[in-house]
């Protein structure tokens, strides 16, 4: 079983309207998560990071459910400009851990017209 | 501005020959990593650098070389004993002020070997 897994997709869209994916970890100990966009070709960017008690940056919302080992991400009223491909990252985030980032393969987003 | 630069950003070598990828940070971070990047595959970690003259091979460390001299920078050679060096190759840096920092990455470098 991978350490991070998504699901690849594609979801595709409407223009407009709202898509929610999840991304699940295995290790319990997992501190800190994020969510990078990454465009074709190009490199990830930081989305937004996953607190504890969910997080909303515009139209997009991040959560993180412990319990279930996953955190999940919401777009709202989508755009054109949405569609990227998102990818999940966890850290393990202990002292000997600076290169335990996990990274999931990614979840491909394509809003239509 | 601060941030990440790796040159060049395509790179075309023939089969047998050493290629050294560049990876330059203002960004004053402690961590620096490399990963790669196959289509439809998530980033690899192949080395990784906490502090300057010290470095630690990641998952995929075969057939590649780094040298951390200088806090900003942290070069990666793609060797001739890479058994598939054709890929999308990506620098990253990290703040050590907190373990739970995100990563911010460089641009990429594109490498083709034939």
């Known amino acids: 079983r991978k350490e991070v897994e998504q699901d690849p997709g594609p979801f595709n869209v409407p223009e407009g309207a709202t898509v929610a994916f999840n991304c699940t970890y295995s290790n319990s100990a997992s501190q800190s998560f994020f969510w990078y966009r990454q465009d074709c070709r190009k490199e990830p960017k930081l989305l937004m990071s996953?607190?504890?008690s969910g997080n909303e940056d515009g139209r997009f919302t991040a959560q993180l459910n412990r319990a279930s080992q996953y955190i999940s991400l919401l777009i709202r009223d989508s755009k054109l400009s949405d569609s990227a491909t998102y990818l999940c990252v966890v850290n393990l985030g202990t002292t000997d851990s600076w290169g335990k980032l996990q990274f999931g393969a990614g979840t491909q987003v394509v809003v239509t017209p | 501005d601060g941030g990440i630069t790796q040159s060049p950003k395509y790179l075309f070598r023939k089969e047998g020959q050493n290629v050294t990828l560049s990876c330059e940070q203002n960004l004053n971070h402690d961590a620096m990593y490399w990963y790669r990047q196959d289509p439809g595959q998530g980033l690899r970690l192949i080395y990784y650098s906490q502090i300057v003259n010290d470095f630690q091979k990641g998952d995929i460390a075969e057939g590649y070389s780094v040298s951390r001299e200088k806090k900003e920078s942290f070069p990666l050679t793609v060797t001739s004993a890479q058994k598939n060096p054709t890929a999308f190759y990506l620098c990253?840096?990290?703040?050590?002020?907190?373990?739970?920092?995100?990563?911010?990455f460089g641009n990429g470098t594109r490498l083709t070997v034939t």
């Open positions: 990253a840096s990290k703040d050590g002020s907190s373990y739970n920092s995100p990563l911010h």
């Open positions: 996953v607190y504890s």
